[in-house]
């Protein structure tokens, strides 16, 4: 997806990739080509070089493990998202599940 690498090599992490962030975008012309778009960048952060953050945000169903615990992380953080929608997607389920924040 080019809007990753395109975050990734500018340092700012999207925070919340989930499948409710994905749009498919069809062309008129052509109905087969289809577009993936990643949308919603309201918890986006710019983060320099080697900076890392901890703020507590996002989907809790496609949190990488280091947000949920509340340490430090950057933008990598999306590419454990990325993989927990590749699994939905692949299976029909989330990769996790649980009846609460803390399970």
């Known amino acids: 997806m080019r809007a ?3 975050l990734r090599e500018h340092n700012v992490a999207h925070r919340d ?3 409710h962030n994905l ?7 052509l109905p087969h080509n ?3 778009k ?6 986006a952060c710019h983060l320099a070089k080697q900076d890392l953050t901890q703020t507590f945000c996002g989907s ?3 949190m990488a493990p280091e947000v949920l ?3 430090m992380y950057d933008p990598k953080i999306d590419l454990w998202s990325v993989g927990t929608v590749a699994y939905q997607c ?3 389920t989330t990769p996790f599940r649980g009846a609460s924040m803390q399970e």
């Open 4 to 6: 990753l690498r395109h």
């Open 17 to 19: 990739i989930k499948p």
């Open 23 to 29: 749009l498919l975008q069809t062309d008129s012309k």
């Open 34 to 36: 289809m577009r993936l």
């Open 38 to 43: 990643l949308s919603d960048f309201g918890l």
């Open 60 to 62: 809790p169903l496609h």
């Open 69 to 71: 615990a509340g340490g």
């Open 90 to 92: 692949a299976t029909g």
